[in-house]
């Protein structure tokens, strides 16, 4: 492992490293429904082909799902769904009424609308890239039928994957919310076991993460309609209050680096029980968490600062605070921004589609349809999702291989779009290739169903490749160093957060340094994954990257100094 690790380049290791979430088995459930039913729909009605519509919209929508509030879920699935059905209508306009030139002009328009679009935050991003994909489809696959029927079996899709999405609504409405108020108590819970260990960096990092986490998910609701506690998001809001300030405390307590006892690591799933709201919306809290009743005493002696804080929160656990879980302000892109992208994924699009014409004529959705899956830098690093979107399609174009020889019969072949509808859902959580790999292979099934050429598949790993080839050539000769200026730009506003919560913190209010603390880890993190993406990019400058990790570490580690600070009551 060791020589392989000297062999292979940091930033390729980066590139395929996969994450390791728990097994969503809810997503892979919903994967293989949304895929699966409207073929056997399709194939009962002897609609096979609407099938096939109905089923890529369920596949687009189980595939940008996420675990988001459902609030979020609903909105983006129903921005996919409208976007694309849009795009399916102008593109089978396209292939209807118009010739070469025109579906050309048609795609390369697509790609500048959704370029120009996808740059707009995430939930314009995804109704960019699949208003591309529609207008794709559109112009490779004939739908039979009058015009308006496609866009609205591809809608249908999107909205039956939204249902099953939304289904848990009815009795676990803010599971999402609450798991993830959750998880700071876990969190901050590791975080005091590894005090004063060399994984406490490591682990406060990670507890920083958990905090923004419950904060962007509270913030998609209206927080200061629901800040009282007699709503159901209200409780979850207070819990995040009481969150906030116990992570500050144990921030301090990593600072004073000394291992702590057996009862003050229980402190944090202790008030977890107190103040984080039951699963049956409307119950009461504890009298504890609402600050009521007689304040419980720490079961701990409280002799150092660190504790001292630890054990105000675990007396009255955010009384001191009206903080709400707010999202951060962010500016909007810039015009160059949008022109540059829009200019971009247009002329991709167009080159893509002028070699699929000279290799497939009207059958060469592939390369363009890669294209704008592989041309979304908001995602992740190009590279990385270029060589792994390689990968995937080799691998599932093997296995299409044995599922072609084992299984021609179409009912079967439903079962195999199920199975691997669940592989593609799970995927997207895991890894970019797997998830493309699950693609590949359902694609293939749509393929049988559409009764198109199966020779054609094998030449989309070609295809693939040369999609990829337009993308990287197109993205590192017009900005070769974007990465590397973004993570410079991240390292350079956490730097500003910091160091401003270092003028004003020890003068601040409670609410306003726990604002100017949460600012600053949170562009502290932001910072560290922007070092993250840039250093799963080929790069010309690899000994920069070290430079600015250096700074983003003394950053972290003055925040921590200013919080143990203010927690001290100013005494250094």
């Not at 079996?153 to 609450?178: D, I, K, N, V, Y």
């Not at 892109?333 to 949008?338: E, F, G, M, S």
Request: net charge positive; charged share 20%.
């Amino acid at each position: 492992m060791s020589t392989l690790r000297r062999v292979v380049p940091g930033w390729l290791g980066r590139s395929l490293r996969a994450a390791r979430p728990p097994f969503p088995r809810a997503a892979a459930v919903r994967g293989a429904l949304a895929v699966s039913l409207p073929l056997m729909v399709g194939l009962l009605l002897g609609q096979p082909v609407a099938g096939v519509v109905v089923g890529l919209g369920g596949l687009w929508a189980v595939g940008q799902d996420s675990a988001a509030p459902y609030k979020a879920r609903a909105l983006r699935i129903a921005a996919l769904g409208g976007s694309a059905a849009v795009g399916l209508l102008a593109g089978a306009t396209a292939l209807r009424y118009g010739d070469t030139v025109g579906i050309a002009a048609l795609l390369a328009v697509a790609g500048l609308v959704s370029g120009w679009v996808s740059v707009g935050g995430p939930l314009a991003s995804v109704a960019g890239m699949h208003l591309l994909l529609g207008a794709t489809v559109g112009t490779g696959i004939p739908v039979p039928g009058p015009w308006w029927a496609g866009p609205l079996e591809l809608l249908g899709g999107a909205l039956f994957a939204l249902a099953l999405t939304c289904l848990p609504w009815l009795w676990r409405r803010h599971s999402p919310e609450r798991e993830a108020v959750i998880a700071v108590f876990d969190a901050a819970e590791r975080a005091l076991s590894r005090a004063g260990t060399p994984g406490a960096t490591e682990a406060r990092a990670r507890m920083t993460l958990a905090l923004n986490t419950a904060q962007d998910l509270l913030a998609v609701h209206s927080s200061r309609k629901h800040a009282e506690r007699e709503t159901p998001v209200g409780g979850l809001i207070a819990a995040f209050r009481a969150a906030v300030h116990l992570v500050e405390a144990v921030t301090a307590l990593m600072v004073e680096g000394r291992p702590l006892p057996p009862a003050v690591l229980r402190v944090p799933s202790l008030l977890a029980a107190r103040v984080v709201p039951p699963v049956r919306a409307g119950r009461p809290a504890p009298d504890g968490a609402t600050g009521h009743g007689p304040e419980p005493e720490p079961p701990f002696a409280a002799d150092t600062p660190g504790l001292r804080a630890l054990a105000e929160v675990y007396r009255a656990p955010g009384r001191s605070l009206t903080l709400l879980p707010d999202p951060p302000a962010y500016d909007g892109p810039r015009l160059a921004d949008r022109l540059r992208f829009a200019l971009l994924l247009g002329g991709c699009t167009l080159a893509a589609v002028v070699v699929a014409q000279l290799l497939h004529g009207p059958r060469g959705y592939w390369l363009p349809m890669t294209v704008a899956f592989l041309y979304k830098p908001d995602l992740g690093p190009v590279f990385g999702r270029a060589l792994n979107r390689c990968l995937g399609t080799v691998a599932g174009v093997g296995m299409v291989a044995l599922v072609a020889w084992l299984v021609t019969d179409q009912w079967a072949l439903t079962l195999v779009a199920a199975a691997f509808g669940a592989v593609m859902a799970a995927g997207v959580r895991y890894h970019y290739a797997l998830s493309t790999f699950g693609l590949t292979v359902i694609v293939f099934v749509f393929i049988d169903f559409l009764g198109d050429d199966r020779q054609l598949l094998p030449s989309r790993v070609l295809e693939t490749v040369i999609a990829a080839a337009l993308v990287l050539t197109a993205h590192f000769l017009t900005r070769p160093d974007s990465w590397r200026v973004r993570a410079e730009l991240r390292v350079a506003a956490a730097d500003r957060a910091w160091r401003r919560y270092d003028r004003r913190a020890p003068a601040a209010s409670p609410d306003e340094r726990h604002e100017l603390r949460r600012t600053a880890y949170r562009r502290l993190a932001e910072a560290r994954q922007a070092l993250e993406t840039a250093g799963a990019e080929p790069h010309r400058d690899p000994e920069r990257f070290p430079v600015l990790e250096r700074r983003v570490a003394r950053a972290e580690e003055g925040c921590d100094a200013v919080t143990a600070y203010v927690v001290a009551g100013g005494r250094r």
